[in-house]
């Protein structure tokens, strides 16, 4: 297995660009979510998916869009990208049952000139 | 949502055992305790996660108050490998109105000497 996969590791963009961070994992987790990591911080969640056709907003959610067409993917888009979305993002999946142990993909770090 | 709090940061040599605390006084019947750590440069990974009963595994063991109320992560031997932040979260179960929403805090940064 594995895991989960993050595209890319790194991408620089001009502000108004846009672009999708991909992620893909190969556990047929139902539940999978879009973090962002600003140096010095913790985690903070964007959007996360329970399963296929169904997202919901996480606590910073302005700016990003999602989709769950499929059981492994879950791509984040940025639609015109912002410095402020200057950030490391990292994708995670879990199980729904036995407590939820979360697995992490190794990031994309996104910088926006 | 269930929140945590956890020391800013704590300090320990190698070799030694780490006690690594978890405040959850809101904490609810359905919640699961989990830890992750992350190092430099890297993603979170996971630690361990329990219930009610404490937990052993090959990285670490967890000790859960009688009433829930907090949790202790404990590194038996710390090696400089442990040196990482550690974040305690809580995890509704599944089909819970926010099993989606997981909050991570800011962690608690260990420093391991050698």
């Known amino acids: 297995n594995a895991g989960v996969t993050q595209t890319p590791k790194f991408q620089v963009l001009k502000t108004g660009q846009s672009m999708t961070l991909q992620c893909a994992q190969d556990?047929?987790?139902?539940?999978m979510s879009w973090y962002r990591q600003d140096p010095g911080m913790g985690l903070r969640l964007i959007h996360y998916s329970v399963g296929a056709g169904i997202t919901d907003q996480g606590e910073v959610p302005n700016g990003y869009n999602v989709s769950r067409s499929t059981t492994e993917d879950f791509p984040l888009r940025l639609l015109s990208a912002a410095p402020s979305q200057t950030s490391v993002y990292f994708c995670?999946?879990?199980?729904?049952?036995?407590?939820?142990?979360?697995?992490f993909g190794s990031g994309t770090q996104l910088s926006v000139l | 949502d269930a929140k945590t709090t956890q020391p800013n940061s704590m300090e320990s040599n190698e070799e030694e055992p780490v006690h690594l605390p978890c405040n959850h006084s809101?904490?609810?019947?359905?919640?699961?305790i989990h830890w992750y750590r992350q190092l430099p440069s890297q993603g979170p990974e996971y630690v361990i996660h329990?219930?009610?009963s404490n937990v052993n595994n090959r990285m670490a063991s967890l000790a859960i108050a009688e009433d829930r109320k907090s949790s202790t992560l404990i590194l038996h031997r710390a090696t400089l490998r442990d040196a990482a932040v550690y974040y305690c979260i809580l995890r509704e179960g599944a089909g819970g109105t926010s099993y989606g929403k997981l909050t991570f805090g800011q962690g608690t940064i260990l420093t391991v000497h050698p």
């Open positions: 995670a999946s879990s199980y729904s049952g036995q407590g939820g142990k979360l697995f």
């Open positions: 329990g219930l009610t």
């Open positions: 556990m047929n987790h139902e539940y």
């Open positions: 809101t904490i609810s019947g359905t919640d699961y």
